[in-house]
């Protein structure tokens, strides 16, 4: 399963960083970041089960970003 979030993460330091911590904190997820997209769009795939947005939102905001749901 794909989730795909809209975020306000400017820079290529911060998206690593987050995209480190994602990976650290839900083992069968696989995160990347496209701040060229004018979203700045968060794409996260769960090798097994479900993506909990909840969590990410949480995960982001704590980090100091905001992260939404983009709607299919």
């Known amino acids: ?3 795909v979030f809209k975020t306000n993460v400017r820079t290529r330091h911060h998206a690593r960083q987050l995209v480190r911590q994602i990976h650290v904190t839900f083992a069968h997820y696989h995160a990347n970041f496209d701040l060229d997209d004018c979203d700045r769009i968060l794409r996260v795939e769960c090798t097994s ?3 909990l947005p909840s ?3 949480k ?3 704590d ?3 905001q992260a939404e749901v983009l709607p299919e």
């Open 55 to 57: 969590c990410l939102i």
């Open 59 to 61: 995960l982001l905001r």
């Open 49 to 51: 089960g479900f993506v």
């Open 1 to 3: 399963m794909v989730e």
């Open 63 to 65: 980090a100091g970003f």
